[in-house]
């Protein structure tokens, strides 16, 4: 078995099992903790307060208008990358092959320079919001292992992408299947570290949106 | 009276005096090594250079061995885009054994191998096709009573340099695909202490191993190789990267079956399984049938039949960048779905029991805790806000 088959096969495999028993440990182990007591009359009904809690899934995930100044530049950094992974990760031909191969459906895609540009563009950007995790004394502070770990991961599955388009430094073959086996590593890191974030944001907003509604708060 | 031995096909002799026999002039035959250099991508001065040293060259001679193969890659030599440079290249080399074009059979053919040998030793190209079977103390494929790894092991000896033609004698083909009942190899497995030069393809370009040949005729160097002991001006660029097709791959436009609007406008066959990305051959530049067309030009995606284990690699119609699951590549959906559940039920009961400890341990606190209103009435336990 060559490196290509290994990380095609059995290493994707396994990240894949690791990633689907990790998220379900994550989540089912979130979604069953207590929920705190109510010690305070309620200001809003289940309904209204779970409303309120779609809608602050929306207002938090934009900048407040009293801080804008402040954190619009460290925003519009992190949508652009987002962004940028999301086109390369889901329009890029090769990649929806991939996911229908494990979906069962396939949807259209964009043009391979198209995806390259953006890819470059992503790179760029993240190298940015890592230059501003460094640089900035508050951040700096606030970040862990964890948060340049997931950097490193989320990185080297964008560089080792470009490499294999570009076929550089290596046979197409190798290099393909370095840029499988990083993906099997971000598969298999994903459950454990702050890329959970995926799935934990919009649940989170929501629920906090609904408590602070059923307390009388804004969100 | 004893039968004198037969005698090789052709006598070695001077590769112009044969020219002069057939009446080929010294034009014609510039004109044709100049084409050889020109498919070999070497200097056009090479061409004249080529002819001069092949002129005065004595004919190497050289034994071609035919064991666990299809006689595939013998077709496509005979089937060589010019008739009269085929006949060319027979003479240019003395083809002294080749058990399906000599018309000497069973012991007389044996015996011409053996005087070529003898008479060559040390000198001439040995030039294999198919893989070798080691099953069944290798009664799989013999000749004249002998298996086919004996044979191989003693014309190696005394080769200058073997040629493995085709995909089966390079890296086992077919025959050596799981599960290899008949315990075959490739020659590299068996021979370790000759020069190879593996000119792979099922089968491989009648130009590609010419060409190859008829380097090494003339310069007595073998060509630079690559991992898989290919000659890199053959095998140095991918078919997708030289494929005519790569600008529709590179503006996203796929043919999505074999008969529709996008396969009929030439579009990228990526979708429908072509492994031109990861196949190394000159099947888009060189062609086949003197360039007429080659497999993808003829609508079909390439099988990558040139890379070694490409009978293991999963379905010809797989897209590259899809999962493979299975031993062997194949898509085995209910097992990974049965993987997936047992991977999800573990998932969740991981992420029960932990909550249930979260809450057996905020439930002992809260029994340990002082009464309401005292020190220590912080929550330090998980909870949801």
Redesign the interface.
């Known amino acids: 078995m060559?490196l290509?088959?290994f990380a095609?096969?059995p290493a994707?495999?396994i990240a894949?099992?690791?990633f689907?028993?990790?998220?379900?440990?994550?989540?089912?182990?979130?979604?069953?903790?207590?929920?705190?007591a109510e010690r305070s009359r309620a200001r809003a009904s289940f309904a209204k307060s779970a409303i309120e809690g779609l809608l602050a899934t929306l207002t938090r995930s934009w900048p407040h208008r009293e801080f804008i100044a402040r954190t619009g530049a460290g925003e519009a950094l992190g949508y652009s990358y987002h962004l940028g992974l999301f086109a390369v990760v889901l329009l890029y031909?090769?990649?929806i092959?991939?996911l229908?191969?494990?979906l069962g459906f396939t949807w259209p895609?964009?043009?391979?320079?198209?995806i390259t540009a953006l890819s470059v563009l992503t790179a760029t950007i993240f190298l940015g919001v890592l230059f501003r995790r460094v640089t900035n004394p508050v951040m700096r502070m606030l970040s862990n292992f964890d948060d340049y770990f997931s950097w490193v991961v989320t990185m080297s599955v964008l560089v080792t992408g470009l490499a294999t388009s570009a076929?550089f430094g290596a046979?197409?073959?190798t290099l393909?299947a370095i840029h499988i086996l990083s993906v099997d590593a971000l598969l298999i890191w994903f459950p454990f570290g702050k890329l959970m974030h995926a799935f934990y944001i919009f649940p989170s907003r929501a629920?906090?949106g609904a408590?602070l509604a059923r307390k009388g708060a804004a969100s | 009276m004893s039968r004198p031995a037969p005698r090789p096909m052709h006598e070695p002799s001077s590769v112009g005096q044969m020219l002069r026999q057939h009446g080929i002039s010294r034009r014609a035959f510039v004109k044709y090594c100049t084409a050889t250099a020109s498919l070999m991508a070497l200097p056009p001065g090479l061409g004249a250079a080529m002819a001069q040293a092949l002129h005065g060259a004595r004919r190497p001679s050289v034994i071609y061995l035919s064991f666990q193969e299809c006689t595939g890659c013998f077709e496509s030599f005979t089937c060589s885009f010019a008739p009269t440079i085929e006949n060319l290249i027979f003479d240019v080399i003395s083809l002294d054994y080749d058990d399906t074009l000599m018309a000497a059979a069973g012991s007389a053919a044996e015996t011409a191998m053996q005087t070529a040998m003898r008479e060559n030793f040390g000198k001439y190209i040995l030039v294999v096709d198919g893989s070798v079977p080691t099953g069944a103390g290798g009664g799989y494929c013999t000749a004249g009573g002998r298996a086919a790894a004996d044979i191989l092991t003693e014309a190696a000896k005394g080769a200058e340099l073997i040629i493995c033609v085709g995909t089966c004698s390079s890296f086992g083909g077919i025959p050596y695909a799981d599960p290899n009942p008949t315990h075959a190899w490739p020659v590299s497995a068996i021979v370790g202490d000759r020069p190879i030069v593996n000119v792979s393809g099922c089968p491989p370009i009648a130009e590609v191993f010419t060409g190859t040949l008829m380097q090494y005729v003339t310069t007595g160097r073998i060509p630079d190789l690559d991992e898989h002991l290919r000659p890199k001006v053959f095998y140095g660029n991918t078919i997708h990267d030289r494929c005519y097709r790569r600008p529709f791959y590179d503006e996203g436009k796929f043919a999505k079956t074999f008969d529709d609007e996008g396969a009929r406008s030439g579009w990228c066959l990526y979708e429908l399984g072509c492994k031109g990305p990861t196949t190394y051959n000159a099947c888009a530049t060189v062609k086949w049938n003197g360039g007429v067309s080659f497999p993808i030009e003829s609508g079909h995606g390439c099988l990558g039949c040139s890379e070694p284990g490409f009978w293991d690699k999963g379905s010809f119609y797989g897209t590259l960048s899809a999962a493979a699951w299975g031993k062997a590549g194949e898509a085995e959906p209910l097992h990974v779905l049965g993987y997936g559940a047992a991977a999800a039920a573990a998932g969740v009961a991981v992420g029960a029991g932990s909550s249930v400890l979260a809450r057996q341990r905020l439930a002992h606190d809260a029994a340990a805790a002082p009464p309401a209103g005292g020190p220590g009435t912080h929550p330090t336990t998980p909870e949801k806000d």
């Open positions: 060559d290509l088959a095609r096969g994707l495999t894949l099992l690791v689907c028993a990790g998220v379900l440990w994550r989540i089912v182990g979130f979604a069953l903790l207590r929920i705190r031909v090769p990649h092959e991939f229908g191969s494990l895609g964009l043009p391979s320079t198209v076929h046979r197409y073959e393909l629920i906090n408590v």
